[in-house]
Every structure is written in C-alpha cells, then in structure tokens.
C-alpha cells in the first residue's frame, strides 16, 4: 500500500532545464520504486518559455524576445503548445506515479487529472470545466494546459494553472502558429486565455493551498522532498538535455 | 485539426528527390520517440505517392503501438498529397 501514498513535494523554483530534469529524475525514481507517486508544485526562475516536444522552436517562439526579456526557453519531452512560464504569475504542476494509478487511456486520464483542476477553481470559488484534449476553461477561457508521457510503465503529467496575467509580455514571447492566426488574430489569442486574478482577487497561497487540497483529496498522502540521488540525477539531465542546444533546437 | 492541434509537414528536396521529411505541431504523440520512426516510415515508403497513405500509417501506428493525439492517419494523408519537390 505504501507505493500508493502520495509523495508531496513542498513549492519551489526552478530554472527551466532543472524545472523540466527534476521530472524525469523523479520518473525514473519512481520507475525503480526507490520513489512512490509524486506531486510536484513548482515555479520558474527566471521566467521560461516551454515548448512542446514536436514544435518548431522559430514557429512558436520569439528568440530575439526572450533574450532580451531574459526569459529561457526549454523544450519539453512532452507533447503540447508553448507555454509561457511569467514568475510568480501561474503554478506549474507535475503528477508522476505507476501507469496503472490512472486510468489507462490517454484522454481519460487528461480528464482525470483536469478534473483535480476544475476542483482546485471550484474551491476558490470559480467555475471551471476541463475542454478536451487538455485544457481547462474558464467562460470559455484557457486558464490551465497540460501535456501528458508515459515511459517504462511512469505516468507524468505536468500542467500550468495561471494565476495573473499579462498579456502583452506573453504574446511578445509567444508566436502563434500561423494557420492559428487565419482563425483569429494576435490580439483575439490573447482574448482567449484568462487568469485567477481575473476571475477573483484572491492571493497567490490561496491558489496554492487550493491546488494541493485538490490533488491530495481523497488520496494517502506526506509532505516529502527531493532525495539526494533525485537531485543529483535531475543535475545531470539538466545539463545532458535540457540545456543543451542541441536538445532545445531539434525542430 | 479537431482540438484544435496544428500539425505541420516539413521536407527537403534534392532535385526531385525528398530527402527529409519532418512533423511538427502542439499534437501529442505516444510514446514520443515513435514519430521519428512514423517520419521514417513515411520518407522510405516514399508515402506521398502511395494511393493508400492512410492505410499503410494505419497498420505502421498498430503495429508499434504508436498513437497520435490531435491528428490523425487521415490527416497526415493529406499533407503527404500536397508533397512536390
């Protein structure tokens, strides 16, 4: 039973390779069950954009944009969009656990999780709905994404929840695609994404609080940390792939 | 596509030959390291000039356990047909 408790790892920030090595380092934990299942809320330092894993990094990304703003750009091993990671303005979050703690089908599990999201706005008093195939909306409003791998029998899936907005740095950072753009322009892309604040002025901890509340409800849980070996292995994988151009640019 | 995905069929020619080929998009694709052996696939079988492209990314994708999410063989079947060097 003790390999269904959660693991709760307290709030951090990270750089984006370390943000992006630290789940892989935990996948692989967990995979040779010197780790249980584990939850991770995190932010980014500095500000980062992700990509997806099959993006082309020049479509989706404005380079010149993000050094000048000082923002790193990693690509994920996940599938998915660009997502702007703005410091102190969303809550990332990773869910790492055997395969067969979620439901095997890809999408339902996408519902799954979202539904822990839906839960999370509804404790703070906002009225969200998971859109599939990922996303969770808000009066039709993007407010959280999320992208989803399995690997040797490990589930992760890491998300975003964004908590203030600002749209012109976003899409100063963000390029969208362009047969996204024959559908609707720049300016009604960013009418598309809401935020918490937006919704309800509640502080920062009441989002966290309100996250971790949804993600643990009705699960055996501890508050936990980043094991030594964790660390030193995410150390490793920052280097060897997630800030390695070679990595970052493959498309 | 459905999901509003976008999925994006890079290639490049020597002469009149397609020498590489590549996808790209904010599509998922399970597990990961299988699209370039779908991109592969598709450069070796010389798939745009396939009467059945669909069919042949069918059997590719079932017979590896591969699965896209945010596109489909259909989709990629379309693409390929607009492929000229």
């Known amino acids: 039973m003790l390999r269904k408790r959660w693991r709760i790892l307290r709030y951090e920030q990270n750089d984006a390779a370390m943000n992006m090595a630290l789940d892989d380092a935990i996948a692989e934990a967990v995979a040779y069950r010197v780790a249980g299942p584990t939850m991770r809320f995190y932010g980014w330092e500095p500000s980062a954009v992700s990509i997806g894993r099959f993006q082309d990094i020049e479509e989706v990304v404005d380079l010149e944009q993000c050094r000048k703003l000082g923002v790193e750009v990693v690509r994920r091993s996940t599938g998915g969009g660009a997502v702007f990671h703005d410091q102190g303005k969303e809550l990332t979050y990773s869910v790492i656990c055997p395969e067969d703690m979620m439901p095997k089908d890809i999408n339902e599990a996408y519902r799954e999780v979202g539904g822990w999201i839906v839960n999370a706005l509804k404790f703070l008093g906002i009225e969200g709905a998971f859109e599939p195939i990922n996303d969770v909306l808000v009066n039709g409003k993007k407010i959280s994404g999320s992208s989803q791998s399995r690997r040797k029998g490990i589930f992760v899936q890491h998300g975003t929840l964004l908590y203030d907005l600002d749209r012109a740095r976003m899409f100063s950072v963000l390029r969208v695609p362009r047969d996204k753009m024959e559908a609707h322009d720049l300016d009604r892309a960013a009418e598309r994404v809401t935020s918490v604040r937006e919704q309800k002025k509640v502080p920062w901890e009441y989002v966290a609080a309100a996250m971790a509340n949804a993600f643990i409800m009705n699960r055996e849980w501890y508050a936990g940390d980043l094991t030594q070996d964790e660390l030193a292995r995410a150390e490793v994988i920052a280097r060897m792939r997630y800030a390695n151009d070679e990595w970052t640019f493959e498309r | ?85």
């Open chain 2, 1 to 85: 596509m459905p999901g509003g995905k976008t999925v994006a069929l890079k290639y490049e020619c020597q002469g009149d030959q397609v020498v590489s080929l590549r996808l790209s998009g904010d599509f998922f694709f399970h597990p990961e390291e299988g699209l370039e052996q779908l991109e592969e696939f598709m450069l070796r079988e010389r798939l745009w000039a396939s009467p059945d492209a669909e069919a042949a990314i069918v059997r590719f994708l079932e017979e590896r356990g591969l699965r896209p999410i945010g596109f489909g063989p259909a989709d990629l079947a379309y693409l390929l047909r607009g492929l000229r060097c």
